[in-house]
Each structure stands twice: as structure tokens, then as C-alpha cells.
């Protein structure tokens, strides 16, 4: 399985980004699609996460501002986040589990919030 994300950058305290993560490959076997990130000087940590029928998880410090979603057609998985924050700052890394277990890692998107 191959991943492709798309979507960061530099936005405002309060701004909005949408991050998306493309899946291709041996893509039928996928269960868990979710969205990690790693700040300087901090350990990678789950943000959020979706199974395949729709049941999500998130990290406690984004409910209530962040939204995982996915389209199983197009074996994507999208993050939408919202009232962003200075601490949001991070590389942003998308992850997929098989169901045979196998996890998978995208390359990392930056997500900068700044004024």
C-alpha cells in the first residue's frame, strides 16, 4: 500500500486546513485509516483514526475541531480541521492498517499555524 497526502500549510490561529491521504496498492485490504502527527521535539501521537465501516476515535486535544472522514471508493481519508491552534504545528502523517495487520506510513504534511 502506497500513500499520498496533500493538504498542509501555513493558516492562522482559527483558520481551517483540510488535509486528504490517498491509498493505492494492495488497497482491498485495508481496515483502519487514520492521521498522526509529530511536533519538534515530540513523540508521533494519534490524532485520529476510522474503520472502514465508519466508527471513528480521536485524540482528546482535537474533539469538537477536527473530522476524520474517508471514501472507501476512492481509498481515502480526509482530516478537516478547524479552530487551529499554535500547538497544531506539526508534521501531519497518515496511517492504514491491513487487516492482516500490516501499517502503513504516508510521507508527512506540514501544518504550520502562525500569524
Not at 93 to 113: F, I, K
Amino acid at each position: 500500500v502506497q500513500l499520498q497526502a496533500s493538504g498542509g500549510g501555513l493558516v492562522q490561529p482559527g483558520g481551517s486546513l483540510r488535509l486528504s491521504c490517498a491509498a493505492s496498492g494492495v488497497t482491498f485490504s485495508i481496515s483502519l485509516m487514520g492521521w498522526y502527527r509529530q511536533a519538534p521535539g515530540h513523540q508521533r501521537e494519534l490524532v485520529a483514526r476510522i474503520s472502514r465501516g465508519g466508527t471513528t476515535n480521536y485524540a482528546e486535544f482535537v474533539k469538537g475541531r477536527f473530522t476524520i472522514s474517508r471514501d472507501n471508493a476512492k481509498n481515502t481519508v480526509y482530516l478537516q480541521m478547524s479552530g487551529l491552534k499554535g500547538e497544531d504545528t506539526a508534521v501531519y502523517y497518515c496511517n492504514v492498517n491491513s487487516v492482516s495487520g500490516n501499517q502503513y506510513w504516508g510521507q508527512g504534511t506540514l501544518v504550520t499555524v502562525s500569524s
